[in-house]
């Protein structure tokens, strides 16, 4: 099987899988994050290949959806006739591109990892990432906002996981620091116009809270 078959049946499989996910990470999510993958890697000495699995993987196993080490990325690859260093690749990408907390140190190294991981955050950020964030929070029974709650920099992933706190602290604890936490220069100018549209949002919804108006 030819390298562009295995990502069309990767794409095929991962499409009807997670078509009837509704928690901020459905198929379309999955969809943008491997078209803004392939638009990132354009002009950059990377394999592509590594970049188009991950992407299109990169939710498979991720915590907030499966039982942890469930392990469906090596097996749904071992499906196929790809070298080992290859399949490893994909693995780590797939295994080290979620964001852990506010000051918990990021594993990525490959330039193929980097570019998938600035697409996954580039997505939970600017006017789809509000959209998200509220349908996670909502389909977690989150409250949107509570001002006596304020937001926490957490510092293990075991906290960051386990935190319960409302879709206006999640802006506070990972959306408005993901500008800074990006890897490459391309996806640094998209972030940079997401985050004021996150921005300008916070500010009229805090105004439109408190019924602040002049
Ligand atoms: P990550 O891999 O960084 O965890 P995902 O691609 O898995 O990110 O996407 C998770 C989506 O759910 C993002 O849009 C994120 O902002 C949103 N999300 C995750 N945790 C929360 C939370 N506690 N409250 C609101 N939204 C959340
Ligand atoms: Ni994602």
């Known amino acids: 099987m030819t390298k562009t078959e ?27 994050v491997w078209k803004l993958a392939i638009y990132l890697a354009k002009n950059e000495k990377v394999d592509n290949f590594i970049i188009e699995m991950a992407a299109l993987l990169h939710d498979l196993d991720d915590y907030k959806l499966s039982n942890e ?23 780590f990408i797939t295994d080290n591109i979620s964001y852990k907390g506010a000051e918990v140190e990021n594993k990525i190294t490959s330039l193929e990892g980097k570019i998938v991981q600035d697409a996954d955050r580039l997505d939970a950020i600017g006017a ?28 293990s992933f075991y906290d960051y996981k386990n935190s319960k706190s409302t879709t206006i602290n999640h802006f506070y604890e990972k959306l408005l620091l993901i500008k ?21 949002f916070l500010q009229n919804f805090l105004s439109e809270w408190n019924v602040d108006i002049k």
């Open 128 to 155: 789809i990432g509000i959209a998200r964030a509220f349908a996670y929070g909502g389909n977690k029974n989150r409250e949107m906002y509570n001002p006596d709650i304020k937001p926490i920099m957490h510092k």
């Open 6 to 32: 295995i990502i069309q049946q990767t794409f095929e499989y991962i499409k009807q899988k997670f078509t009837n996910e509704f928690s901020g990470h459905d198929w379309n999510h999955i969809y943008r």
């Open 180 to 200: 800074d936490k990006i890897n490459t220069e391309k996806a640094r100018k998209i972030a940079e116009i997401r985050t004021n549209i996150i921005k300008d």
């Open 69 to 91: 080490n469930s392990n469906n990325v090596k097996k749904w690859l071992d499906n196929f006739n790809i070298d080992d260093e290859t399949k490893n690749n994909i693995i």
